[in-house]
């Protein structure tokens, strides 16, 4: 079975993102692990360890975007644009994955999911979050 690059898994992370997110809105029961295997049907950590602490941290990642996004706030986003910000802003802060890289596969994503101003909407974020974490750690 071939490996998926990083940038496919995170296009599938979005994806069960997505799916969860709908669940939850449409108040729909699910378990996480499901969600995950049907979407990325070959165990993998890196999925996993994004999706639960996406998951798991959610209400801080939106109050973290929601301080960045100007005069607008997460929930007003569609449903993929929430999961590629809320992705990328968790990879920013709890993972190890240089900041260049986790703001350049936001950007993919939302290029090829999101219309312009959302893009530009999530590198600001991202952006943002990255210089205030930079600036915390001085």
């Known amino acids: 079975m071939e490996q998926l690059t990083r940038s496919e898994l995170r296009k599938n992370i979005m994806t069960i993102l997505y799916q969860i997110n709908l669940y939850d809105l449409n108040k729909i029961e699910y378990y996480i692990y499901d969600v995950i ?7 993998n950590e890196f999925v996993k360890d994004i999706v639960y602490g996406v998951i798991n941290k959610k209400d801080e990642l939106d109050s973290i975007a929601n301080k960045y996004l100007n ?12 999961s590629i910000l809320r992705m990328g802003i968790y990879e ?9 890289v986790v703001i350049n596969e936001a950007i993919e994503l939302s290029k090829a999911y999101s219309d312009d101003s959302v893009k530009n909407m999530i590198n600001g974020v991202l952006d943002k979050v990255y210089h205030s974490k930079v600036d915390n750690h001085e």
Not at 37 to 43: A, G, H, Q, S, Y
């Open 37 to 43: 295997k049907k979407v990325n049907p070959i165990d």
């Open 71 to 82: 005069k607008w706030t997460i929930d007003r986003l569609g449903n993929t644009d929430q």
């Open 92 to 100: 920013l802060i709890y993972t190890d994955t240089p900041e260049v």
